[in-house]
């Protein structure tokens, strides 16, 4: 069994920056896919980035590219977002999720992962 604590969340003016991170434990060495997805009120879970296991493929959605870096730490078991720029619409609930795929290449679709966290919530203020 894998847990995922997210850390980092809060309440920042429009323009700002907020570091989110994910730790995650368990009895077997977490190393797999791993991703950052976003829940907004009313809304549908939605990809944000996602780093295949090494960190050697990265991948954002469009409307975070430029302004949102995925990276992980593997000898602490944990994945960092570091989020420039905020802006209003990036309020939501941000999740981690985590796979113990090895790939060359990370997944978007929520159906990839197969832990999630808690989540943290994220509100930028305009």
């Known amino acids: 069994q894998v847990q995922l604590v997210e850390s980092g969340g809060g309440l ?3 323009g700002g920056s907020l570091r989110l ?3 995650t434990s368990g009895r077997t060495l977490n190393i797999g896919n791993m991703g950052w997805f976003r829940q907004a009120p009313g809304k ?3 990809f944000v980035a996602c780093t ?3 960190g050697a493929s990265l991948l954002y959605a469009d409307s975070v590219k ?3 870096t995925i990276s992980r730490d ?3 078991n944990t994945v960092y977002l570091q989020m420039n720029s905020l802006k209003f619409e990036d309020t939501a609930v941000y999740f981690c999720a985590f796979t113990r795929l090895y ?3 990370c997944y978007r679709a929520t159906g990839e ?3 999630w966290g808690q989540g943290t919530q994220v509100t930028v203020s305009s």
Request: aromatic letters at 16%; one cysteine or more; proline letters at 0%.
């Open 113 to 115: 992962y197969d832990y």
């Open 21 to 23: 991170s994910c730790a």
């Open 52 to 54: 295949n296991w090494n």
């Open 12 to 14: 920042v003016q429009a």
């Open 66 to 68: 430029g302004r949102f």
């Open 103 to 105: 790939t060359d290449v």
């Open 74 to 76: 593997n000898a602490k």
């Open 44 to 46: 549908e879970r939605e």
